[in-house]
C-alpha cells in the first residue's frame, strides 16, 4: 500500500486541513448496493421537496475552499471544488450522476455533508501519494479524457504520485489513470476538510456513513487521517 504525505508547504498554507483517507479492499462493485441509491434518491427527493439544499459558495465550508483556490492562482468560479460543481449539479438539474457504485458513494456523502471527496484505484497508483504543490512540468490527464495531456501551473496544490498528477486544483477533477471502476478491488476514498477545528465533527460523521456504504461490499476497510500535525499515513 502507498504512504500519503501532506507535503509541508501545503500543510504551512493550510494549518486546519484534514484529510481522512477510507481504504476498501476486495470491494465488489458489480453488485447491486442499494444503500447508495437509496442514499441518492433521499437527497433528490429532499432537494426536489425544497425540504434541503446542498451547501453552495455562501456556506463557509465551500467558501473555504474558493479562498484556497484563489490562493494558488485558480479562479473558483470558472474551476469549481468538487462538492461545489456537484452540489450546484444537484440543485439546478435535481439529480446527482450514476457512474458506479463506489463513486456514487462518495459523491452522496460529499454533497450531504458539504465536504469535497474523491478516490484512487490504489492498483492503478505508482508509489507515493503526495499533497503538494505542482512545479509546472507534471503531466495530468482529465478523467474521461485519455488523449488530453495538461500541465498544472506552478503553485496549484494537487495529489501527485511517482509518474504524474493524480487531482488538479487539489480536488477540482481527479486523473483518468487512477479513476474508480466497477472492477475496482483496492480503493482509498479522499474526504477533506480546510477547518477541521470548526468541521472536524461533520468529517467523521462523513467518514462513517462512507464507511457504512461501504462495508456490506468490501473484506475490509480501515480509516487514517492526515494533517498538519500528522504529515504521513500508509493507505
Not at 141 to 161: N, Q, S
Not at 167 to 182: G, K
Not at 209 to 230: E, I, K, Y
Amino acid at each position: 500500500m502507498p504512504d500519503f504525505r501532506l507535503d509541508p508547504a501545503v500543510a504551512d498554507a493550510f494549518p486546519d486541513a484534514r484529510v481522512a483517507l477510507v481504504t476498501a479492499t476486495g470491494l465488489r462493485g458489480r453488485d447491486p448496493w442499494p444503500a447508495t441509491e437509496a442514499a441518492l434518491a433521499d437527497l433528490e427527493r429532499q432537494v426536489a421537496d425544497g425540504t434541503w439544499q446542498p451547501a453552495d459558495e455562501s456556506d463557509p465550508r465551500i467558501g473555504a475552499w474558493h479562498l484556497a483556490y484563489r490562493s494558488f492562482g485558480t479562479n473558483p468560479r470558472r474551476v469549481r471544488p468538487s462538492v461545489d460543481a456537484l452540489g450546484r449539479r444537484l440543485a439546478k438539474r435535481g439529480a446527482l450522476p450514476r457512474i458506479n457504485p463506489a463513486v456514487d458513494s462518495y459523491n452522496a456523502v460529499s454533497v450531504r455533508h458539504g465536504l469535497p471527496a474523491g478516490a484512487f484505484d490504489l492498483d492503478r497508483v505508482t508509489g507515493d501519494v503526495v499533497i503538494r504543490r505542482a512545479d509546472g512540468t507534471e503531466a495530468f490527464t482529465p478523467l474521461g479524457e485519455p488523449d488530453t495531456v495538461e500541465h498544472p501551473a506552478p503553485g496549484e496544490v494537487v495529489y501527485a504520485d511517482a509518474v504524474g498528477v493524480l487531482t488538479r486544483h487539489w480536488n477540482h477533477r481527479d486523473a483518468h489513470r487512477t479513476r474508480v471502476t466497477e472492477d475496482s478491488t483496492r480503493v482509498v476514498f479522499l474526504l477533506e476538510t480546510l477547518h477541521a477545528t470548526r468541521d472536524g465533527h461533520l468529517l467523521e460523521a462523513a467518514v462513517g456513513r462512507l464507511r457504512g456504504l461501504l462495508t456490506p461490499h468490501a473484506d475490509h476497510t480501515a480509516v487514517h487521517h492526515l494533517d498538519p500535525a500528522r504529515p504521513q499515513a500508509s493507505a
